[in-house]
């Protein structure tokens, strides 16, 4: 699987939207990019994937470059419940390679009041 | 909830003891796997099983770890012979694989907390 690259931390303002930036340049046709995030003591929890198009979904936007190599999570009015590490992935859709994500260490990301 | 479910959520024992952890995947899903998340760092695969076939371990799994999932539904995993460094969060995740459509996200339980003393 393709390497991340994300930022160690970042803080965002309550009710402004949050950027999450993640670097993925050596990834591949056939895969795609998934962020998770987990909030202290609870398990990951998905938020959203994508193979080349935009997606959004009730929870955030995901913004994939042309190029695919780098890709941006948007939390559009982060409240307090949205400080969580975010983990940007990217797995194959085939062969052995999909059975398992392989998370970095992600983005803690702090919303202030 | 009809999420993912593990239990008990924290577990504290003597070093060299044996513990049990059970997981219960969201109903209809036929994977299931263990990863291993120590303070600090993301998660780290450890199997997974397809329907009641273990189809994957990493070499994180030492022989002192054994998982099942007899029926296809819920899984176990054992860890004979605890040291100091098996502390950490044990996650159970599942997901829905059909056919040659993989691109169903995993969902993850909140996970157990070992702690060896």
């Known amino acids: 699987d393709a390497k991340t690259t994300q930022p160690t931390s970042m803080d965002c303002a309550e009710g402004r939207a949050a950027n999450l930036p993640c670097n993925h340049s050596?990834?591949?046709?056939?895969?795609?990019v998934y962020w998770y995030r987990q909030i202290h003591s609870q398990g990951p929890q998905y938020i959203i994937h994508?193979?080349?198009n935009n997606e959004t979904n009730e929870m955030a936007s995901l913004i994939i470059t042309e190029d695919r190599k780098s890709s941006t999570l948007i939390l559009p009015h982060a409240t307090l419940r949205d400080t969580a590490v975010y983990y940007c992935?990217?797995?194959?859709?085939?062969?052995?390679?999909?059975?398992?994500?392989?998370f970095g260490t992600g983005t803690l990301l702090a919303v202030q009041p | 909830d009809t999420g993912v479910s593990q239990n008990p959520r924290h577990k504290i024992t003597k070093r060299g003891q044996n513990v049990t952890f059970r997981c219960d995947p969201i109903?209809?899903?036929?994977?299931l796997y263990w990863y291993r998340q120590t303070l600090g760092q993301g998660p780290e695969f450890l199997t997974y099983?397809?329907?009641?076939?273990?189809?994957?371990k990493s070499r994180l799994l030492s022989d002192r770890f054994s998982a099942e999932r007899p029926k296809g539904s819920f899984s176990t995993l054992e860890i004979q012979r605890t040291e100091q460094g098996d502390s950490a969060m044990y996650l159970c995740?599942?997901?829905?694989?059909?056919?040659?459509?993989?691109?169903?996200?995993?969902?993850f339980g909140d996970g157990t907390r070992l702690s060896i003393l």
């Open positions: 995740a599942s997901s829905l694989v059909v056919g040659t459509v993989r691109n169903q996200p995993q969902h």
């Open positions: 050596t990834i591949s046709g056939n895969e795609y």
């Open positions: 994508g193979l080349k």
């Open positions: 992935i990217v797995r194959a859709l085939y062969g052995g390679a999909t059975n398992k994500l392989i």
């Open positions: 109903s209809e899903h036929n994977r």
């Open positions: 099983f397809q329907n009641e076939a273990q189809l994957e």
